[in-house]
């Protein structure tokens, strides 16, 4: 798991330094510099949070149901788990969680989500049977997921290599002044 981690905080300091955030706040209020730095932490500290909480329910369950780990707009991370998610089909309960972020995201109440979950591998050359997925979206614009293969052997999860690539806006893909919504 410590590869794991060190592995993304590579890619986030790489990401963040060479991201362009376009006018999401005047020069007085922050810097180019201080925002890239700002999301940056912002996803490492979710990131943390959330493979800290989910490398014992993997080796116990094999997988996890999705669940997220947020920083609200006071810029404390919090994780976000829906009781009902786990007796839910894991698609019904990605969808829901997903449904459940946009919701808070309209009150204006998160400002970067990370969510996780684990699928099955549909990489049939691979030696993993199953993909812990990372997804994060920040208000101001980064988005990356991070897929990572692994499998369960002796009670321990073994992890492949990861793979981080931009994917399409998930929850921050409503519209400033879109009406708010439950």
Do not use: W
């Amino acid at each position: 798991m410590t590869q794991l981690k060190s592995h993304l905080m590579f890619f986030l300091f790489c990401f963040c330094s060479v991201f362009l955030v376009a006018g999401a706040l005047s020069a007085e209020e922050l810097s180019e510099k201080e925002v890239k730095k700002m999301i940056q932490k912002q996803f490492e500290r979710m990131y943390q949070k959330g493979v800290d909480d989910l490398e014992s329910r993997i080796v116990v369950a094999g997988g996890v149901k999705p669940f997220a780990v947020v920083t609200d707009t006071g810029d404390k991370t919090k994780t976000i788990r829906i009781k009902q998610i786990e007796e839910m089909p894991a698609d019904v309960a990605l969808e829901v969680l997903r449904r459940s972020l946009i919701a808070l995201v309209k009150k204006g109440k998160i400002g970067a989500t990370a969510v996780f979950y684990t699928t099955a591998n549909p990489n049939r050359e691979s030696e993993a049977d199953r993909v812990l997925v990372v997804e994060m979206e920040h208000i101001f614009g980064p988005t990356l997921a991070q897929l990572v293969p692994f499998t369960v052997e002796d009670g321990k999860a073994l992890f492949g290599e990861q793979v981080v690539v931009e994917m399409d806006k998930k929850i921050f893909n409503i519209k400033v002044g879109e009406e708010s919504g439950e």
